[in-house]
């Protein structure tokens, strides 16, 4: 049972990125999925939530209108398109399973100028 994220890196402000997370051990079609982040000295918060089929997709405010998520059951991932970066979006993001409390290594995106 694994999920692996990868596509972090570092950008300017204004600039994007896609996150990925492969899943792997379980059937990933049959959950809801998650990208959470914990920037420094914060709290783990989460950014993103993706039901089943991908029809229901929720956000915190801090992201609403820059970032997406979106999965693709075919290939067992789920992505988080992040546009607009700021500052204050740098982090370690994570992505979860919530149901079997399954969680990535984590990627670091870094925005600074």
């Known amino acids: 049972v694994q999920l692996v994220e990868s596509g972090g890196g570092l950008v300017q402000p204004g600039e994007s990125l896609i996150l990925s997370c492969a899943a792997s051990?379980?059937?990933?079609?049959?959950?809801?999925m998650r990208w959470y982040r914990q920037a420094p000295g914060k709290e783990r918060e989460l950014v993103a939530h993706i039901s089943i089929t991908g029809v229901v997709r929720n956000y915190a405010d801090s992201v609403k209108g820059r970032f997406t998520i979106s999965r693709d059951n075919a290939r067992n991932t789920v992505y988080l398109q992040m546009t607009s970066l700021k500052f204050e979006d740098t982090a370690v993001y994570y992505c979860?399973?919530?149901?079997?409390?399954?969680w990535g290594q984590g990627t670091q995106v870094t925005v600074s100028s």
């Open positions: 979860n399973n919530p149901s079997r409390d399954i």
């Open positions: 051990g379980f059937t990933f079609s049959s959950y809801a």
